[in-house]
């Protein structure tokens, strides 16, 4: 498998337009092989951002590089914008991305 994350340094006030451009926003992620899931993770305030981060499983690595070049990509992210005019963000979206090497789940909480 293999996880990638961004992070977003969201200003302080912006939160809410933030999360909903997320909630509207057509993401076309299921149409992709090798999709598993994703999840909008809000983090801890700070004084003048919040954190927040997206976290996408794939099958592997290949299954998320294949998403980067296809066109739900480039249509998922080209109506994603922010109309207010101004910046939501401090700087830019820091991208991470992992190989799993382990994974443990609770059966009983699935």
């Not at 912006?14 to 598993?36: H, K, N, V």
């Not at 999840?39 to 927040?52: C, E, I, R, S, V």
């Not at 998320?64 to 101004?86: I, K, L, P, V």
Request: zero cysteines.
């Amino acid at each position: 498998m293999f996880i990638a994350m961004n992070r977003f340094q969201v200003k302080r006030g912006a939160e809410q337009t933030f999360e909903e451009i997320w909630a509207t926003r057509e993401s076309y992620l299921s149409e992709m092989d090798g999709f598993i899931e994703f999840h909008l993770l809000k983090g801890p305030p700070a004084d003048d951002h919040t954190l927040y981060a997206t976290h996408t499983t794939w099958a592997d690595k290949a299954a998320f590089e294949a998403w980067t070049q296809s066109e739900q990509f480039r249509t998922s992210h080209a109506r994603a914008g922010n109309d207010t005019g101004q910046s939501l963000y401090l700087g830019h979206p820091r991208f991470e991305g992992f190989e799993v090497i382990r994974s443990e789940r609770n059966a009983a909480a699935a």
